[in-house]
């Protein structure tokens, strides 16, 4: 084999690498998200677990992503972004373990929010990793791996039940750490590599720039159209899951089994639009489209469950479920509108950082206009009213312009 085919081989192995490992890391990144609360039952026998408690292990997810998009982009440029991976695997590995063995709530607290920030990390990295590892095939890595994360936060609903029964919650809890254990074996392979490729940039390029502050990304209307629709996806998914069955209980007189059916069905929606939303957003002038065909449906199907709730309920939470379509779209344009790795980490720190925010702010404001009023009407109107505020980035997308190129204008355009 010729010096030439030999390094093309090296090349295509680095990629298929690092694509394996971006999958795997998805794979089991949102496994701890799950896992708790259909084991909540069995755990409460050997650790006291009232609703208010499970209730706060249920808010730190959003939260501890929305830390995680702060420190993580600076973290990246000390370690890496594969540095990184492999701490991220290790830690929500260890993290898996201790919620497997805590023999009380505070350590079952204390391993949830470590494993939170891991997976929130992973959040932050995954579209930088495609970026450097699948530049050429943004769309459908990154379609791969949201539909990794979907199966992940699938899975432990029916495996970790079987798990508990045949082995004891604690087994069921600290087993998922198996997949984080192997998702460090790629970028173990890969450490010499990247190595010499630092090597190679720092005497290119030198250090890398500065991280730019969380406001300065603001004066990018791709990055903040980006974080907008980002945003109303997450407050529409986890508002959803909060309030869909008592509205569909109270509103439209379904029994338990067939609200529980619905919220199933709204899940079950991420899998399609994972594997092809993503394709789609890479393609020129298909970003705009999506947004008006979210935002559509997202307020038709809370305008139904207000209007005529009984007619078609499964209808409205499917039009609802098309609406967070924003979600995987928006990971593939963290990638597909930044010129580099480093910037798309950025980014996506910021679009994190920001959207899950409002993502954890949804429920509450729902929740409380509910308790306020006594109806659901006003918190259905109200996710109407913010999904539909994804309409301006409609315009700012259809331009298809890169966030590096409107820093530099911007920072031109202030420095006159």
Same mark, same amino acid.
């Given at each position: *084999?010729?010096?030439?085919?030999?390094?093309?081989? +090296?090349?295509?192995?680095?990629?298929?690498?690092?694509? $394996?490992?971006?999958?795997?890391?998805?794979?089991?990144?949102?496994?701890? !998200?799950?896992?708790?609360?259909?084991?909540?039952?069995? %755990?409460?026998?050997?650790?006291?677990?009232?609703?208010?408690?499970?209730?706060? #292990?249920?808010?730190?997810?959003?939260?501890?992503?929305?830390?995680?998009?702060? =420190?993580?982009?600076?973290?990246?440029?000390?370690?890496?972004?594969?540095?990184?991976?492999?701490?991220? $695997?290790?830690?929500?590995?260890?993290?898996?373990?201790?919620?497997?063995?805590?023999?009380? =709530?505070?350590?079952? #607290?204390? $391993?949830? !929010?470590?494993? *939170?920030?891991?997976?929130? +990390?992973?959040?932050?990295?995954?579209?930088?990793?495609?970026?450097?590892?699948?530049? /050429?095939?943004?769309?459908?890595?990154? &379609?791969? =791996?949201?539909?990794? *994360?979907?199966?992940?936060?699938? #899975?432990?609903?029916?495996?970790?039940?079987?798990?508990?029964?045949?082995?004891?919650?604690?087994?069921?809890?600290?087993?998922?750490?198996?997949?984080?254990?192997?998702?460090?074996?790629?970028?173990?392979?890969?450490?010499?590599?990247?190595?010499?490729?630092?090597?190679?940039?720092?005497?290119?390029?030198?250090?890398?720039?500065?991280?730019?502050?969380?406001?300065?990304?603001?004066?990018?209307?791709?990055?903040?159209?980006?974080?907008?629709?980002? @945003? $109303?996806?997450?407050?529409? &998914?986890?508002?959803?899951? @909060?309030?869909?069955?008592?509205?569909?209980?109270?509103?439209?007189?379904?029994?338990?089994?067939?609200?529980?059916?619905?919220?199933?069905?709204?899940?079950? *929606?991420?899998?399609?639009?994972?594997?092809?939303?993503?394709?789609?957003?890479?393609?020129?002038?298909?970003?705009?489209?999506?947004? %008006?065909?979210?935002?559509?449906?997202?307020?038709?199907?809370?305008?139904?469950?207000?209007?005529?709730? /009984?007619?078609?309920?499964?209808?409205?939470?499917?039009?609802?479920?098309?609406?967070?379509?924003?979600? +995987?779209?928006?990971?593939?344009?963290?990638?597909?509108?930044?010129?580099?790795?480093?910037?798309?980490?950025?980014?996506?720190?910021?679009?994190?950082?920001?959207?899950?925010?409002? /993502?954890?702010?949804?429920?509450?404001?729902?929740?409380?206009?509910?308790?306020?009023?006594?109806?659901?009407?006003?918190?259905?109107?109200?996710?109407?009213?913010?999904?539909?505020? !994804?309409?301006? &980035?409609?315009?700012?997308?259809?331009?298809?312009?890169?966030?590096?190129?409107?820093? @530099?204008?911007?920072?031109? &355009?202030?420095?006159?």
């Amino acid at each position: *084999m010729t010096d030439q085919g030999s390094a093309l081989m +090296s090349r295509r192995s680095v990629t298929w690498l690092g694509i $394996a490992g971006v999958l795997l890391l998805a794979l089991g990144g949102r496994t701890g !998200v799950a896992a708790l609360s259909p084991l909540a039952t069995e %755990v409460e026998l050997d650790v006291s677990l009232s609703g208010l408690w499970l209730g706060l #292990l249920g808010t730190i997810p959003p939260l501890a992503y929305a830390v995680a998009g702060l =420190y993580t982009p600076r973290v990246t440029r000390k370690l890496g972004l594969e540095g990184v991976a492999i701490a991220v $695997a290790v830690v929500t590995s260890l993290a898996h373990v201790a919620r497997g063995l805590t023999p009380s =709530y505070v350590g079952l #607290l204390v $391993a949830t !929010v470590a494993l *939170m920030l891991g997976v929130g +990390s992973l959040n932050v990295i995954l579209p930088g990793l495609v970026k450097l590892y699948a530049p /050429a095939h943004i769309g459908r890595v990154t &379609a791969l =791996y949201s539909t990794a *994360m979907a199966i992940s936060t699938a #899975l432990p609903a029916g495996v970790g039940l079987w798990l508990a029964n045949g082995f004891g919650w604690r087994i069921a809890l600290g087993s998922w750490a198996v997949i984080s254990i192997v998702a460090v074996i790629p970028w173990l392979v890969l450490a010499p590599f990247v190595r010499r490729r630092a090597a190679r940039e720092r005497e290119r390029f030198g250090e890398l720039p500065a991280v730019p502050r969380l406001g300065a990304l603001r004066r990018s209307p791709t990055a903040m159209s980006i974080t907008l629709i980002f @945003a $109303a996806s997450g407050l529409s &998914a986890y508002s959803v899951f @909060a309030l869909l069955p008592p509205v569909l209980i109270d509103q439209a007189g379904t029994t338990p089994a067939e609200a529980a059916v619905a919220l199933t069905l709204f899940s079950i *929606m991420g899998l399609p639009m994972s594997l092809t939303i993503p394709l789609l957003a890479v393609r020129p002038r298909w970003p705009s489209r999506l947004v %008006v065909v979210a935002a559509v449906c997202s307020v038709s199907g809370y305008l139904g469950l207000v209007l005529a709730p /009984a007619t078609a309920p499964l209808i409205w939470t499917v039009l609802a479920a098309l609406g967070t379509l924003t979600f +995987s779209m928006s990971l593939a344009l963290i990638g597909a509108r930044t010129r580099t790795p480093q910037m798309a980490t950025d980014v996506s720190g910021f679009v994190n950082t920001v959207g899950y925010l409002f /993502a954890g702010i949804g429920p509450i404001v729902t929740g409380l206009l509910h308790e306020v009023t006594g109806l659901w009407e006003p918190s259905l109107l109200l996710l109407a009213g913010l999904t539909a505020l !994804v309409l301006p &980035a409609y315009w700012v997308l259809g331009r298809e312009q890169f966030v590096e190129d409107e820093l @530099a204008h911007s920072a031109v &355009a202030e420095s006159a």
